[in-house]
């Protein structure tokens, strides 16, 4: 273990001192060119790692970071002039390294105003996005704007005071429009499909409510792009920041953990500029969808199943709940029975070998991603994942066993009580409304699979599937142990 002598606090000062892989290039000569609303370990993952590797030869691209909803990330990063540590686990150990593409970060809650005026600088070529499913104000199954959202009654109130993703990107880009000058790309690098299309349909949406003028001019002159990013990144710990001092001497208020593996995708459309991302290990295409599909439903349908089940079976990490021969099991057939042959895929890519990938992943000890973290907004995340395939395989007529025990698994989650209440903790923005109802629906099953499967904003159309309910029931009984 290093001596106290030796505990570095991360900065520009200390930089020099760092003896971990660091920037080649001179943060002096770096100046913003992109503007990132939600700026959490996913993006300080990916996206910033890649500018982090262009930005000796483009030194024009850095990044201001926002966070919508908290000061934490600012308030962590801002003593570190934005550097922080990127700790990279695989099979043969551990990697560092500091990364200095993020220049500041803003935290938007409290600042909306120098958010937007960053947003204006004609410097800024791109706005990209990390704010989650939710983020979007959306409904999951239409992917039409929430007009009835509280952010989005909120920004059609108060327009100039922006609070939603949607809100911040309509001012700032009127903001440009009434400046007379160009745009900016809005890079979406979420996990839901057809991103870039989704976001742009939001933001006509609500510039529509408020100006029909300002809405033909972003449809006219703003590129969307659609993007597939892969990497699985699980929330930093204590552990990590206390590990990463023992190991290098960097005392980090916010360090990112990651998987050696890393993939990213892009649809390559700017309407003012970018980056040599092509260069930089990012693929650059004319159509993301069959990529983003493959992710969102192999990847991320996997996840949720496993966040699900595993958490049941009383595991907390999915490397530990790929030690369960069985989970292990379903989740290969899961995916090489249900997930895959929903998927239309250019012909050099090896979904077998993808799929064997994804599960060498999955059993990476290193990362310590907790089950938990990936359940989270369920009701979001699963009529992408799972529901969108179900409706594909119900409406060719084939079975569904496996993703119908994805859905039950989920309802046990939700519905799953102990001694002292609900069994695990409920993050979800439909949390209250679906925990109200299987309390109302009382014990049996069948009616606590009914109350979840009744969702219209969830199910859509499948709120009224008797098949999709009689294979959920059947697999809610198998899971719980009901007669």
């Given at each position: ?14 930089l ?8 080649d290039?001179d ?11 939600g ?22 691209w ?30 043969a ?8 593409s ?28 990390t704010v ?22 909120a920004d ?8 939603s ?6 001012e ?25 299309r989704?976001c ?9 409510q408020?100006?029909?003028?300002l809405?033909?001019w ?17 929330a ?9 001092t ?6 980090d ?8 593996f ?10 003012v ?12 295409v004319?159509?993301?969808a ?14 949720s ?11 907390e ?21 249900e ?32 089950l ?6 369920g ?37 799953c ?13 439909l949390?209250?409304e ?31 599937s ?18």
């Amino acid at each position: 273990m290093l001596s106290l002598r030796l505990k570095m606090k991360l900065n520009n000062k200390t930089l020099s001192q760092i003896t971990v892989k660091k920037p080649d290039y001179d943060r002096g000569e770096v100046s913003p060119g992109i503007v990132h609303l939600g700026i959490g370990g996913f993006h300080r993952a990916h996206l910033a790692v890649t500018v982090d590797n262009l930005l000796a030869k483009e030194p024009d691209w850095g990044i201001i970071g926002a966070s919508l909803r908290s000061c934490a990330t600012a308030d962590a990063l801002n003593p570190q002039h934005g550097l922080y540590t990127l700790i990279e686990k695989s099979e043969a150990g551990v990697a560092y390294r500091v990364i200095a593409s993020v220049l500041e970060v803003i935290a938007a809650c409290d600042n909306g105003e120098q958010l937007l005026a960053k947003m204006i600088d004609p410097a800024i070529r791109i706005v990209s996005l990390t704010v989650t499913e939710k983020g979007y104000c959306h409904d999951p199954d239409t992917a039409e704007l929430n007009l009835e959202h509280p952010d989005i009654l909120a920004d059609l109130a108060s327009p100039e005071s922006p609070r939603s993703a949607p809100g911040f990107l309509v001012e700032a880009l009127r903001r440009r429009r009434d400046n007379g000058d160009k745009p900016f790309t809005v890079l979406s690098c979420d996990n839901l499909p057809s991103n870039g299309r989704v976001c742009r349909q939001v933001v006509l949406a609500l510039a529509g409510q408020l100006d029909t003028g300002l809405a033909d001019w972003i449809e006219a002159r703003v590129s969307f792009p659609c993007t597939m990013v892969d990497r699985i990144v699980p929330a930093t710990t204590d552990v990590d920041r206390r590990l990463l001092t023992e190991q290098t001497g960097i005392s980090d208020h916010w360090p990112v953990v990651t998987e050696a593996f890393s993939q990213c995708v892009v649809e390559d459309d700017f309407c003012v500029g970018r980056p040599a991302f092509e260069c930089h290990n990012i693929q650059m295409v004319s159509d993301v969808a069959a990529f983003e599909t493959m992710k969102l439903r192999l990847l991320n349908g996997s996840h949720s199943a496993l966040a699900y089940l595993g958490s049941l079976a009383g595991y907390e990490t999915v490397a530990q709940a790929m030690q369960d021969n069985q989970l292990v099991q379903f989740i290969e057939s899961l995916m090489g029975q249900e997930l895959a042959p929903t998927l239309n895929m250019p012909t050099d890519i090896d979904l077998k070998e993808y799929q064997s990938q994804l599960l060498k992943r999955f059993r990476n000890p290193g990362l310590q991603h907790q089950l938990l973290q990936i359940a989270t907004d369920g009701s979001q995340k699963l009529p992408q994942r799972i529901l969108s395939p179900i409706r594909e395989r119900l409406s060719q007529g084939l079975p569904i066993p496996r993703l119908a025990r994805c859905i039950a698994g989920w309802i046990a989650f939700i519905s799953c009580r102990d001694g002292t209440g609900f069994r695990f903790p409920l993050r979800d923005p439909l949390g209250d409304e679906m925990r109200q109802q299987v309390m109302a629906a009382g014990a049996a099953p069948v009616n606590q699979v009914k109350s979840i499967l009744s969702l219209q904003s969830v199910f859509g159309d499948l709120a009224a599937s008797e098949e999709l309910f009689e294979a959920v029931i059947r697999q809610f009984h198998d899971i719980s142990g009901a007669k």
